[in-house]
């Protein structure tokens, strides 16, 4: 099935655009043999003479060689229409994935073909097809804005309270530590001394417990 534009129904202007942005691009560069071949068949197919477009013609008068060139013994013109078509995928893949008019060079032929945008987006698959955006599409897009930017908030100061209950537990154990240390080393100059009472659970310190227990669903002592 023939997807391309003719080129009767094609504006030469654009097709001429289209074709300097590749001979400015590095995948087509100018005065290089792709170039040359990509200019003499764009330029005969806008002429209407397709059809005269072969491998001698185009050896003879892109490349110059000499009018007894041979294009079966001489496989020049495929090799490079085979690299020129490599070259115009790579480029419309890449930089020029947003052109609207597309140049292509179809196997087993060296006459080229004009892809419209309208043509692109026919081509392309289900599900790399881009859906515009339209005005009845705003009032649910502005909905479903507030309510992601609301559920991250809540993440954030979720996040936020866990590190700081954190942070308060492990410099509260820290704390507590320095304070034990200090009394295993403070010198027994008074006498025996007598039993000490169970320390007393510090409810900040529980309420912190909890909430990290739950946060990070491991236990703390």
């Known amino acids: ?22 001979l400015q691009s590095s995948f087509v560069p100018d005065g290089s043999v ?13 002429a209407g003479d397709g059809r005269s477009i072969k491998a001698y013609t185009i050896a003879v008068e892109a490349f110059g060689r000499s009018p007894d060139f041979d294009p079966d013994r ?18 419309y893949a890449g930089p020029g994935a947003d052109d609207p008019l597309r140049i292509r060079m179809v196997p087993g032929s060296y006459r080229p073909m004009f892809e419209t945008a309208a043509v692109q987006a026919a081509l392309a698959p289900a599900g790399e097809r881009i859906t515009p955006v339209t005005k009845a599409d705003e ?18 100061i979720t996040l936020a309270l866990n590190v700081a ?19 295993a080393v403070k010198p027994a100059f008074k006498g025996v001394r007598t039993a000490e009472k169970p320390p007393q659970r510090d409810p900040v310190y529980d309420l912190i417990r909890h909430n990290v227990q739950r946060s990070f669903q491991q236990t703390v002592e």
Do not use: F
């Open 1 to 22: 099935m023939n997807c391309s534009s003719p080129a009767a129904q094609v504006d030469p202007v654009i097709v001429r655009d289209a074709l300097q942005r590749l």
């Open 34 to 46: 792709l170039a040359k071949m990509l200019s003499h068949v764009v330029e005969r197919t806008l």
């Open 165 to 183: 209950m954190t942070v308060s537990l492990m410099a509260y154990q820290l704390r507590g530590d320095s304070v034990t240390e200090a009394q």
């Open 74 to 91: 001489d496989s020049a013109v495929r090799v490079t229409a085979m690299r020129l078509r490599t070259a115009l995928d790579l480029y």
């Open 139 to 156: 009032p649910a897009r502005r909905v479903r804005a507030p309510a992601l930017a609301g559920w991250l908030a809540a993440l954030t």
